[in-house]
């Protein structure tokens, strides 16, 4: 490809659900703007970052390669708020280079030789350009008809030349990949995410984000009982969790003598249920210090037994905070799908030593009364206990 004919790489960026905002649509697409420049820090070179109507257009330094291109489009892919990223080549806003440049696209293309079905789809944000969208695919797609002799297919077809004439500039571009959508991370606010090891909170935590939430991550250790595995494998969760929203913290706290105190409390059957309040009573003292607004699990109705629907409001009961639960009505095997999407599950299914495995009774209670659950809590006078557990907390930052 001659970059003659090319221009310039550059990054197109689709706005998905943040264009329906109305009068706050200015809000959200600086907190967009502003996510996606954080993101850019990682790869390393100087993006200019330009809003247009519906889109972003990523400028690269003068003389970057595809390569650099690249790298920017497949960061920013990892930014909620963005449905589409395209790889793109910017050229004058002028016919004749327009069509130059969807030749030289297309030019040594294996599935162009093959003789695909094609279509051009052209889209003018500036209207005042001399042609009309219309009259733009028909005449870049002659050229390429007369040229690669690929067929014509407006409705099904098998390669699509994308051509979208902007204010300054024109953008030529096929294929693309999808983004994560939903909202920009930071215009919902902070929450605090009760994150252990397994496969479902971290999967909570990106919905959550997805969402608008900006989120720190709680980890409760089973320590002084346990070892740190679970708090290098949370370290790991949190680590992969961070391309969606930059600027993670992860808490510990030292949970192993709490638990020890609920086991010695002689109610076997409640433990659980109990340990559960109790992670709560301190998050959300936990939450209420980070300035933290709802707190987040990754409870799925009925999956195990501590989230029967009785014991789901039994544990609501414990605080004032809310508690959100984005995967509430998914099964495992969705929740394990979007884990292996994410890049979370193969770290999930690592082996480690849980907090939760050293309080697992026989038989756990399936529809806890909170009156019961009250009176073992005066008995280890809990409100107390939250309080110091939260007092214990230590910060794990991530590398940079």
Not at 169 to 195: D, H, K
Not at 373 to 385: H, Q, T
Request: charged fraction near 30%.
């Amino acid at each position: 490809m001659t970059m003659s004919a090319l221009g310039e790489p550059c990054v197109l960026l689709k706005l998905g659900e943040v264009v329906l905002k109305g009068n706050n649509r200015e809000l959200f697409e600086r907190r967009l703007q502003a996510n996606i420049k954080a993101a850019l820090k990682d790869v390393g070179v100087k993006v200019d970052v330009r809003q247009r109507h519906g889109v972003i257009a990523l400028f690269l330094p003068e003389g970057s390669d595809a390569g650099v291109a690249d790298a920017v489009a497949e960061r920013v892919s990892y930014v909620p708020g963005l449905v589409w990223v395209h790889r793109a080549w910017k050229v004058a806003k002028d016919p004749s280079a327009i069509t130059k440049a969807a030749i030289e696209l297309l030019a040594d293309r294996e599935d162009v030789r093959r003789g695909v079905s094609f279509a051009v789809r052209s889209r003018r944000r500036d209207k005042r350009f001399p042609l009309t969208s219309m009259q733009l695919d028909r005449s870049v797609g002659g050229e390429l008809n007369d040229i690669y002799g690929m067929p014509v297919d407006l409705k099904r077809p098998e390669l699509v030349v994308s051509i979208e004439v902007d204010r300054d500039e024109a953008f030529v571009f096929t294929g693309g990949q999808p983004g994560q959508g939903g909202l920009p991370v930071g215009t919902s606010g902070r929450g605090l995410v009760l994150m252990s090891g397994g496969i479902d909170s971290p999967v909570a935590a990106y919905r959550m984000m997805r969402r608008g939430l900006r989120v720190d991550f709680l980890h409760f250790s089973g320590i002084p009982f346990s070892t740190s595995e679970s708090i290098y494998k949370a370290y790991a969760l949190v680590k992969a969790l961070d391309r969606f929203q930059g600027g993670s913290r992860l808490w510990v706290v030292p949970f192993g003598k709490a638990q020890q105190s609920i086991k010695a409390s002689g109610q076997e059957r409640l433990a659980v249920i109990t340990q559960r309040r109790l992670m709560l009573k301190t998050g959300e003292e936990v939450a209420r210090r980070l300035r933290a607004a709802a707190l987040v699990t990754g409870d799925s109705l009925g999956q195990v037994s501590s989230q029967t629907l009785q014991n789901i409001t039994a544990q609501d009961d414990a605080v004032d905070m809310p508690v959100l639960r984005p995967l509430i009505g998914l099964d495992k095997t969705e929740i394990m799908a979007e884990a292996r999407r994410i890049g979370t599950l193969a770290i999930s299914e690592l082996p480690d030593e849980d907090c939760c495995t050293l309080l697992a009774p026989r038989r756990s209670e399936t529809a806890a009364k909170v009156a019961d659950l009250k009176r073992i809590e005066r008995r280890l006078d809990v409100e107390e206990l939250a309080t110091r557990l939260a007092g214990s907390l230590q910060e794990y930052r991530l590398d940079t």
